[in-house]
């Protein structure tokens, strides 16, 4: 297959023809000036055909300008796209679905301009290609045109992550400003976005993400303890990442490919928390129908993690201090102790020297699993980190439920960083995923962030203080001072002298206040 560029001034429209048609090489190109051309209601006043085939290099750039493409099957536009986009981009004009497809195949293009209601059989149909492309490319600019008033059609065309729609009658004189808008900010985005990625692949440690002096002092320890075989206790609050600590200790250690059991002892019922731990022989309790290994020797030769260690039992703690002590383990039932190789790693969120002197941890335990301590720092002390992870968990989740690229609107990730985040990593995770998956469109705004995020926001008081739509400054100001004037002389007993002192204004400012605003008070 052949396609031809009809260049009419700056706009290029693309034809597609049989290869045997053109005797032709693969990549080769010809010119062709034909002083007129009138193709049905067609105009070709000037212009030169390019040819090639589809499979050859990339298409040949005309000068600097963005490359844009304009799907159409309405012909009365031409004159207007000629004065208003080809002056400005390389412009491709095309008729059809696989035309664009086949040229984003091969080109470069930043825009892509579609009108809905003849890119396909129906409207649906251009709601659909934008979907695609927007799949496709998800940094590529899509403007939607219509001749609908159909609210149905912009709703769908937005879900589709449009950066703008126009209804005719379209001036494409404002299209052009649109995209020129669009296109700028695209490329400030995708830099960002570069950046963002060079500074993750910075920034990361294993499946830790940050870039905060406090995540820094945490890798420089988890590379320091990894090699050797010292019990580590991990502390810090509830959802800082704890577990993903003790992962990255284990993958950057001899014992990597080894066994890596991780228990959650918060989650298991007391009744049956020794029996998960140490395993028990068949018949050693009602229930035990067949023997059973339990967590500590399933760990053999590789690594036990222990999480929420403080909330483990008197008993179970003095089996485990054994167990700790001399590497053997006893089932349940059994009266043969087994030898076994583990490093043990444990974390909590507990003030455990608090549970040592309360009497509920065992002090000789607690020495015994906090040789080397490291802390994991909350959320709210991570100066810088929230983006980077706001970043990589739009990855994530985009990726995970197939869905384009979702975008952080530079005002909400104000606020997501003014919050002090009392769930840590795992409450912005969550809250990340619950975006991704109910925010329409591309962009996430300051709109679609939680009520409870925004009014503990200093952003949002912010906004508040100042609406969209803005204030009357003098009113604002004539509203504060009678908000004092009125406290001042309430705090008095309605007396203007003392009320003036307290206010550190002079009496005679103080008496043509209350005047101005008709504030009634004593001498």
Same mark, same amino acid.
């Given at each position: 297959?052949?396609?031809?560029?009809?260049?009419?001034?700056?706009?290029?429209?693309?034809?597609?023809?049989?290869?045997?048609?053109?005797?032709?090489?693969?990549?080769?190109?010809?010119?062709?000036?034909?002083?007129?051309?009138?193709?049905?209601? /067609?105009?070709?006043?000037?212009?030169? *055909?390019? &040819?090639? +085939?589809?499979?050859? %290099?990339? !298409?040949?750039?005309?000068? @600097?300008?963005?490359?844009?493409?304009?799907?159409?099957?309405?012909?009365?536009?031409?004159?207007?796209?000629?004065?208003?986009?080809?002056?400005?981009?390389?412009?491709?004009?095309?008729?059809?679905?696989?035309?664009?497809?086949?040229?984003?195949?091969?080109?470069?293009?930043?825009?892509?301009?579609?009108d809905v209601d003849t890119a396909g059989d129906s409207p649906e149909s251009g709601s659909e290609l934008l979907a695609e492309l927007? /799949?496709?490319?998800?940094?590529?600019? *899509?403007? &939607?045109? +219509?001749?609908?008033? %159909?609210? !149905?059609?912009?709703?769908? @065309?937005?879900e589709a992550g449009i950066d703008q729609f126009f209804v005719a009658p379209v001036d494409f004189g404002q299209v052009q400003a649109?995209?020129?808008?669009?296109?700028?900010?695209?490329?400030?985005?995708?830099?960002?976005?570069?950046?963002?990625?060079?500074?993750?692949?910075?920034?990361?440690?294993?499946?830790?993400?940050?870039?905060?002096?406090?995540?820094?002092?945490?890798?420089?320890?988890?590379?320091?303890?990894?090699?050797?075989?010292?019990?580590?206790?991990?502390?810090?609050?509830?959802?800082?990442?704890?577990?993903?600590?003790?992962?990255?200790?284990?993958?950057?250690?001899?014992?990597?490919?080894?066994?890596?059991?991780?228990?959650?002892?918060?989650?298991?019922?007391?009744?049956?928390?020794?029996?998960?731990?140490?395993?028990?022989?068949?018949?050693?309790?009602?229930?035990?129908?067949?023997?059973?290994?339990?967590?500590?020797?399933?760990?053999?030769?590789?690594?036990?993690?222990?999480?929420?260690?403080?909330?483990?039992?008197?008993?179970?703690?003095?089996?485990?201090?054994?167990?700790?002590?001399?590497?053997?383990?006893?089932?349940?039932?059994?009266?043969?102790?087994?030898?076994?190789?583990?490093?043990?790693?444990?974390?909590?969120?507990?003030?455990?020297?608090?549970?040592?002197?309360?009497?509920?941890?065992?002090?000789?335990?607690?020495?015994?699993?906090?040789?080397?301590?490291?802390?994991?720092?909350?959320?709210?002390?991570?100066?810088?980190?929230?983006?980077?992870?706001?970043?990589?968990?739009?990855?994530?989740?985009?990726?995970?439920?197939?869905?384009?690229?979702?975008?952080?609107?530079?005002?909400?990730?104000?606020?997501?960083?003014?919050?002090?985040?009392?769930?840590?990593?795992?409450?912005?995770?969550?809250?990340?995923?619950?975006?991704?998956?109910?925010?329409?469109?591309?962009?996430?705004?300051?709109?679609?962030?939680?009520?409870?995020?925004?009014?503990?926001?200093?952003?949002?008081?912010?906004?508040?203080?100042?609406?969209?739509?803005?204030?009357?400054?003098?009113?604002?100001?004539?509203?504060?001072?009678?908000?004092?004037l009125e406290a001042a002389l309430r705090r008095t007993d309605g007396k203007k002298v003392a009320a003036a002192k307290l206010l550190?204004?002079?009496?005679?400012?103080?008496?043509?206040?209350?005047?101005?605003?008709?504030?009634?008070?004593?001498?």
């Amino acid at each position: 297959m052949v396609y031809l560029f009809f260049a009419d001034r700056d706009v290029v429209r693309a034809r597609p023809f049989p290869q045997e048609a053109f005797p032709i090489a693969k990549g080769e190109k010809f010119t062709y000036n034909p002083a007129q051309r009138r193709d049905g209601a /067609q105009k070709w006043r000037s212009g030169f *055909l390019h &040819a090639r +085939t589809v499979m050859g %290099s990339s !298409l040949t750039s005309f000068g @600097a300008a963005s490359r844009i493409a304009l799907l159409t099957g309405d012909e009365e536009v031409l004159p207007e796209v000629q004065g208003s986009l080809a002056s400005v981009f390389h412009t491709t004009l095309l008729s059809s679905r696989d035309e664009l497809l086949a040229l984003l195949g091969e080109a470069a293009l930043e825009a892509v301009v579609i009108d809905v209601d003849t890119a396909g059989d129906s409207p649906e149909s251009g709601s659909e290609l934008l979907a695609e492309l927007r /799949q496709l490319q998800p940094d590529l600019v *899509l403007v &939607a045109l +219509t001749r609908s008033r %159909s609210k !149905l059609i912009r709703q769908k @065309a937005e879900e589709a992550g449009i950066d703008q729609f126009f209804v005719a009658p379209v001036d494409f004189g404002q299209v052009q400003a649109v995209l020129l808008q669009a296109l700028e900010r695209r490329r400030k985005e995708v830099e960002a976005r570069l950046l963002q990625e060079e500074a993750l692949s910075r920034y990361s440690f294993g499946e830790l993400i940050g870039g905060s002096e406090a995540m820094r002092l945490a890798y420089d320890a988890v590379s320091r303890v990894a090699q050797g075989n010292a019990t580590v206790l991990i502390r810090g609050e509830s959802g800082t990442g704890k577990e993903l600590v003790a992962r990255a200790i284990v993958a950057n250690s001899p014992r990597a490919e080894k066994p890596f059991i991780s228990v959650n002892c918060a989650a298991l019922p007391e009744t049956l928390i020794e029996a998960e731990l140490f395993g028990h022989e068949k018949g050693s309790f009602t229930g035990a129908h067949e023997a059973r290994t339990g967590h500590i020797e399933a760990a053999n030769g590789g690594t036990l993690f222990l999480d929420e260690i403080g909330t483990l039992g008197p008993g179970v703690q003095s089996k485990l201090l054994r167990a700790i002590e001399y590497h053997t383990v006893q089932r349940i039932g059994s009266k043969i102790s087994k030898k076994i190789d583990f490093r043990l790693i444990t974390a909590t969120n507990e003030d455990l020297e608090e549970a040592v002197r309360a009497g509920r941890f065992r002090e000789d335990l607690y020495y015994r699993i906090n040789v080397v301590p490291i802390l994991l720092p909350p959320l709210r002390d991570r100066e810088g980190d929230v983006a980077l992870l706001v970043d990589h968990f739009l990855r994530l989740y985009c990726s995970a439920n197939n869905l384009p690229l979702k975008r952080l609107e530079p005002d909400a990730l104000a606020v997501l960083e003014d919050y002090s985040w009392p769930g840590n990593v795992r409450e912005l995770e969550n809250l990340v995923q619950r975006l991704v998956l109910l925010v329409p469109g591309g962009a996430i705004t300051i709109s679609h962030l939680p009520q409870q995020i925004l009014y503990t926001s200093t952003a949002k008081q912010e906004s508040l203080l100042i609406p969209e739509k803005g204030i009357s400054f003098d009113q604002e100001m004539a509203r504060i001072e009678v908000a004092y004037l009125e406290a001042a002389l309430r705090r008095t007993d309605g007396k203007k002298v003392a009320a003036a002192k307290l206010l550190r204004l002079d009496p005679q400012r103080m008496k043509y206040l209350c005047r101005k605003y008709h504030l009634q008070a004593g001498e």
